[in-house]
């Protein structure tokens, strides 16, 4: 297999990502950037960035497009594989892809988080066939009909706002008894006739036959009521990408890396930023600020090593 | 996206097939990652209310235009 050297890893290209990379090498850093899904992050499905960022574009997928040019302009060498593990090797490490292995003295962990299922019966069956991710790609299968939103955080109501525009309900069920997203938002929905709270309840099965066709949703107190759907929309939160890290790194309690105020993780010479990252903020401007940060950090350590 | 640049590194004829707003996104992945001559075909949202069919069909026919002369990267 072949093999390659570099100062430094990161590994994910999302918004976190990208910016750490394009700025370690800027630093003159030889930095090597894996990311196995669309570069961009989550970020990427976001059609219109509320707020958006400064002096960047709106759109997610176009703020994507901009931050790749921006590291690869930078000399980021990058590579669309997976990686199935990081190993250390006495002072370096060994991140290994299906192709190659780079060895570093440093990773950067940046491989973001997945939206987190809602592990009831039906979702698997009709992904994609009822059970979907993204509103700004998906709303206009649903033009006319009802869906349902899972979820009461930010991310929920803003694709509740993204469905709205051509659905004709939405109905957001949400566990707790108020909404957790940005009073912004919330205020929003308020606004819309047509999307309806459920709240104090969570989503218990999928059900259809060629696609969905409703969902069971049961209250607080045990009620289950049927709402009649072709559409699902599950943010529940996300799960952290960590599957290729060595065991035993330390994690919260949902499996997010835990890090230090450097955002150095566990294992020495490893570093955790954006979504992976436990006590992460979770807007774009801490992406971010993550990607600037773990640089600052960097050249702290390597100041120090040769003072 | 990354299947279709998995699957032309295998050599075999691929056209990645992507809705318009992730366009720009496509073709910059591609360009960085060395593959920046990969087909892309775009097809428009949907209309609000209107009908699938005629952005399948018209999508449907630039893949096979593609396929069928690979110096085309994207006719769309």
């Known amino acids: 297999m072949a093999e390659r050297s570099n100062d430094l890893v990161v590994i994910g290209a999302g918004v976190a990502g990208l910016t750490a990379a394009t700025l370690a090498a800027k630093h003159g850093l030889t930095t090597f950037c894996a990311e196995e899904q669309m570069f961009g992050g989550l970020v990427l499905n976001i059609g219109e960035l509320d707020p958006a960022p400064a002096a960047r574009p709106a759109q997610g997928a176009e703020l994507a497009a901009g931050l790749m040019e921006e590291a690869a302009a930078a000399g980021v060498t990058y590579s669309g594989e997976a990686v199935h593990r990081v190993s250390p090797d006495g002072p ?25 299922l809602l592990g009831v019966p039906g979702e698997q069956e009709f992904e994609h066939r009822g059970v979907a991710h993204c509103a700004d790609c998906d709303a206009a299968f649903y033009a006319g009909q009802d869906v349902v939103v899972a979820g009461g955080g930010n991310s929920a109501l803003q694709e509740a706002l993204v469905l709205i525009r051509q659905c004709k309900t939405v109905f957001i ?6 909404l957790t997203a940005h009073p912004r938002f919330v205020d929003a929905i308020s606004r819309h006739p047509n999307i309806q709270l459920v709240t104090r309840a969570t989503v218990r099965e999928i059900r259809g036959a060629a696609g969905v066709e409703s969902v069971l949703v049961q209250g607080e107190e045990g009620a289950v009521r049927e709402i009649g759907c072709t559409g699902v929309f599950p943010y529940i939160g996300l799960q952290p990408n960590t599957s290729f890290l060595p065991a035993g790194m330390a994690c919260d309690e949902h499996g997010f890396l835990r890090t230090n105020d450097r955002l150095e993780a566990s294992l020495a010479g490893t570093y955790a930023i954006g979504a992976v990252r436990s006590g992460f903020g979770g807007s774009l401007d801490d992406a971010f600020v993550d990607g600037e940060r773990v640089i600052d950090a960097l050249q702290s350590r390597h100041q120090g090593v040769d003072a | 996206m990354s299947d279709g640049y998995w699957i032309s590194k295998l050599g075999k004829p691929v056209v990645v097939i992507v809705q318009k707003v992730f366009e720009m996104a496509a073709k910059t992945q591609a360009k960085v990652l060395g593959a920046a001559n990969l087909p892309i075909c775009a097809y428009p949202p949907t209309p609000v209310g209107g009908s699938v069919e005629p952005i399948g ?20």
Request: net charge positive; no cysteine; charged share 30%.
């Open chain 1, 173 to 178: 069920v949400h566990r707790g008894s108020s």
């Open chain 1, 92 to 116: 370096m490490f060994r991140v290994e892809t299906a192709g190659e292995v780079v060895v570093a003295r440093t990773v950067v962990i940046a491989s973001g988080a997945r939206p987190k």
């Open chain 2, 57 to 76: 069909a018209d999508l449907a026919a630039r893949v096979v235009a593609v396929l069928k002369d690979p110096k085309r990267r994207d006719n769309g």
